[in-house]
């Protein structure tokens, strides 16, 4: 199995920066996904990871380090519309490659 | 909008009850994969559907099952309903499966309230 583990809540200002942190357990890693969801909507994607390092995508980077078992999302720029809740998912090879989520950090951003 | 659409967007029914979700996939996806949404439990990955065939298993409760038909739609029917199962369900597709990268595109969910 897998344990995701994630802050359950975080407050930022607007226009600030706000790093999600997420950790994981797993023994046969395969990718770490980012998802962004407001309340009661479908989840949408916004990174994925497989190799060690930062991906910058706009606003919005994902960094991964396999070693550590360590992710975080880096939200640029907070605008009122990011309050929202971030899932951090991660696939593994003997999870028959099926994101496992976490709880979700809900990111609660204020003027 | 993902290109995945489920219905009905609201249920509510009573305890003992069936209801069957409906999920299309996005146009080309052949993979449907089913998830529960409750206030405890997060995102809980229910069941995976690739091409008609059950791909892959994770907490399904015995009293729920799933099919994809020929034309790659899926349902999702739960029985004896509890009220522990009124949650939001998710379905979401992808191109293929297995280890190749697989992003997975997500409908706008059923709501399911059970009374």
């Known amino acids: 199995g897998q344990n995701i583990d994630q802050p359950t809540e975080m407050t930022a200002t607007e226009g600030a920066i706000v790093q999600i942190n997420c950790t994981y357990q797993?023994?046969?890693?395969?990718?770490l996904f980012w998802y962004q969801q407001h309340a009661g909507e479908a989840p949408t994607f916004l990174s994925y990871?497989?190799?060690?390092g930062l991906e910058e995508k706009g606003r919005f980077s994902s960094f991964l380090s396999r070693s550590k078992g360590y992710s975080y999302l880096l939200l640029k720029e907070l605008q009122m519309k990011d309050s929202a809740s971030y899932l951090c998912?991660?696939?593994?090879?003997?999870?028959?490659?099926?994101?496992?989520f976490g709880r979700g950090t809900s990111l609660i951003v204020h003027p | 909008d993902s290109g995945v659409t489920q219905t009905p967007k609201h249920l509510i029914t009573a305890t003992g009850q069936r209801v069957t979700l409906r999920c299309s996939p996005r146009?080309?996806?052949?993979?449907v994969y089913w998830y529960q949404q409750s206030l405890d439990q997060g995102l809980q990955f229910l069941i995976q559907?690739?091409?008609?065939?059950?791909?892959a298993k994770g907490n399904i409760l015995e009293r729920f099952s799933a099919q994809q038909f020929p034309d790659l739609h899926s349902e999702l029917n739960l029985s004896s309903l509890e009220l522990g199962d009124s949650a939001l369900y998710f379905c979401?597709?992808?191109?293929?499966?297995?280890?190749?990268?697989?992003?997975?595109?997500f409908g706008p969910g059923t709501r399911l309230t059970v009374l």
């Open positions: 998912a991660v696939r593994d090879r003997r999870g028959s490659y099926i994101p496992t």
């Open positions: 146009s080309g996806d052949l993979s």
């Open positions: 559907y690739y091409n008609g065939e059950e791909r």
């Open positions: 990871n497989v190799l060690d």
């Open positions: 979401a597709s992808s191109v293929g499966s297995g280890s190749s990268y697989n992003e997975q595109f």
């Open positions: 797993t023994s046969g890693f395969n990718g």
